[in-house]
């Protein structure tokens, strides 16, 4: 059985969109956050793989590297107009929380990609990551 | 009194509701007829239950007609800080810092405008950029960009010679909020902001042609440059784009970085606050400021935009158009404002006092200031004034919109963009937009009606109506 990656909840937050992502370990989780951002912006699936990027972030746990990881995501679409099918992720333990590196492959926002809607920022209304046994639930609610 | 999800409300005044008080925290109060309230969703009323309960409140908690859930505090929602004691909440001021409304007048008439709208809507739809990733004309560099958020429109308007001098006179505020500083925003909130200038941005902002379609109040109308049936006007909705939601970004974070100092409980991690004279505060409340003025800036260097879109399709200048603005008002925004606090035995009822207001998808509604209320793309918009019984009642407050009755992936389940398009241009409305998605999102179906959000806020005496617009093109992102 193919495990559910996400799960858009669609009769709540007016507004806004609330979604639930699933992870089988903690990188599986931001690959799948990853993968819920671009398809709401766009059609995950039709993201082409011709630019690469990589990112470091840091966040005292894992609540905080979530929500640096998805504001580096907005950064990146409002500046660099990229958005990203998949990524490679790298999580260490430091000192004072969690480091993420993670090697994205995306391309530029272009008139073939359909765009669905924007996302403005991940709210921190209802947010919450859990671990669930061994796997990770992340609950966000972006404001669109 | 009606029951609604376990909350009793007791009817105080017409259109004016008060929640059962069993919470320990400010009155709260929503001014609706009883047929809106009942279409609110449970969200508003555990929501506007948690602001309510926000320590430093004067007064009561006010929730408007347009009401819908949003994060923290629901969109419509009014409320007090004592400006001595009180908390700044940059989540209940809202991520789209002064996300507002202008109007601006024509002399055409719709019989004049009808053989040329598409042409219009085009040229209008590369005029003003809307939608994920595209660039404004206006390039500024970062020492521009600093005195345009610090100086607001006169800057735009003397320095860049973009927009016109008599509009600064009809913008809240006179388009710039005092006290703007560059170095209380970060350089994420300058970067985002830097190509997004003079774009019109996605969600449910819009640019609309629209053409009167009654004339309520005819003196007041005639008083704002509104004449006659059929006359055209232009409504623009938007706001300070990424910069304003980095802005709001930012300072959630720190504020939730320091929550502990502040020794304060909440029951949504979005509603956190800071005291009003903390160091934290006084920034967030600059950038607050900064973000206020490029929303200012955005919908004046749009309305030039739209200025030579009219005048390169009929042949005229915008001036002999008479395309002057009626008002440019804000929804977003926390404002320090001398008030009467409306009569609250609990939180000092009675007293004038100085307040900082947070007005979150709410409008500023002082006596004869214009007010602008937009409708669903499909159905109408209306303009207003405001009333010495908001000062009262509201802060001085009312309602923005008409309020979301379904969410924005429950709305595109239910028809796709391309056939409301169809059913628009059917119903004489042209639309361009940036997406089918995002214009499905904004079908009119998924809105409460207009007309009623402004019966109910004109029975409670918040603002009285003067004119009503329809759609006849529309922009959006």
Not at chain 2, 67 to 92: K, L, Q, R, W
Not at chain 2, 152 to 164: F, H, N, Q, R, T
Request: aromatic share 8%.
């Amino acid at each position: 059985m193919v495990q559910q990656k996400w799960k858009i909840i669609d009769n709540q937050n007016l507004a806004d969109i609330k979604v639930e992502v699933y992870g089988k370990n903690e990188e599986d989780l931001f690959g799948n956050i990853l993968g819920v951002f671009t398809d709401i912006v766009t059609e995950v699936d039709k993201v082409k793989e011709e630019k690469e990027i990589a990112i470091k972030i840091t966040g005292k746990n894992l609540s905080e590297l979530i929500s640096n990881f998805i504001n580096k995501l907005i950064y990146i679409k409002d500046t660099s107009l990229t958005l990203f099918k998949k990524g490679k992720f790298r999580l260490t333990f430091i000192e004072d929380g969690y480091s993420l590196y993670s090697v994205l492959l995306g391309q530029k926002i272009s008139r073939n990609l359909p765009i669905k809607t924007d996302i403005k920022a991940l709210t921190l209304h209802k947010f919450k990551v859990e671990r669930i046994g061994k796997k990770y639930k992340a609950t966000l609610v972006f404001d669109i | 009194m009606v029951n609604l999800y376990g909350f009793e409300l007791n009817k105080i005044g017409e259109a004016e509701y008060e929640v059962k008080n069993d919470y320990q925290g400010s009155a709260l109060r929503i001014f609706a007829e009883e047929k809106l309230l009942t279409k609110m969703d449970e969200e508003v009323f555990i929501q506007a239950r948690n602001v309510a309960q926000l320590p430093g409140l004067v007064g009561p908690t006010i929730i408007m007609a347009d009401a819908h859930s949003g994060y923290g505090a629901p969109i419509g929602t009014v409320f007090a800080m004592d400006a001595e004691e009180g908390y700044v909440s940059p989540g209940a001021v809202g991520y789209d810092i002064n996300c507002g409304m202008r109007l601006i007048t024509t002399n055409l008439f719709y019989a004049e405008l009808k053989n040329s709208i598409e042409k219009l809507i085009n040229l209008l739809f590369d005029y003003v950029p809307a939608g994920v990733g595209r660039k404004g004309f206006l390039k500024v560099s970062r020492e521009e960009l600093k005195k345009l958020v610090q100086d607001g429109v006169s800057y735009l308007v003397s320095a860049k010679g973009i927009g016109w001098s008599n509009d600064i006179r009809h913008i809240e505020e006179k388009g710039k909020i005092a006290g703007a500083d560059f170095s209380s925003v970060s350089k994420e909130a300058v970067d985002r902001g830097m190509s997004q200038l003079a774009t019109l941005g996605s969600g449910n902002h819009y640019l609309e042609i629209q053409k009167v379609e009654k004339i309520i109040n005819k003196d007041l109308a005639k008083e704002l440059g509104i004449k006659e049936v059929n006359q055209i006007v232009v409504m623009v909705h938007c706001g300070s784009r990424g910069f304003g939601h980095q802005v709001c970004t930012d300072y959630l974070r720190i504020f939730e970085r320091h929550l502990s100092e502040f020794k304060i409980v909440l029951n949504d991690r979005q509603l956190v606050c800071a005291p009003i004279h903390s160091q934290y505060a006084k920034e967030y409340l600059a950038g607050m400021a900064a973000a206020a003025n490029f929303a200012f800036v955005n919908r004046e260097a749009i309305t030039y935009q739209i200025r030579l879109a009219f005048e390169k399709v009929f042949g005229k200048s915008a001036e002999e158009l008479e395309m002057n603005l009626v008002y440019d008002v804000a929804h977003n925004m926390a404002k320090f404002e001398e008030h009467e606090i409306p009569n609250n035995l609990k939180n000092n009822g009675g007293l004038k006092k100085k307040v900082l207001v947070h007005r979150k998808g709410a409008t500023r509604s002082f006596p004869g200031q214009p007010v602008i209320i937009g409708g669903s793309m499909e159905t109408g918009s209306y303009l207003l004034v405001g009333s010495g019984e908001a000062m009262k009642k509201a802060f001085g407050s009312t309602a923005h919109g008409s309020g979301r009755t379904m969410s924005r992936a429950k709305a595109k389940k239910m028809v796709h963009g391309q056939k409301l398009w169809q059913k628009m241009k059917s119903q004489g409305i042209i639309v361009r937009s940036a997406s089918w998605a995002g214009l499905a999102e904004e079908a009119g179906f998924a809105y409460k009606n207009i007309s009623d959000v402004v019966e109910s806020i004109s029975s409670a005496g918040l603002s009285k109506p003067v004119a009503y617009f329809r759609p006849v093109g529309n922009i959006k992102g």
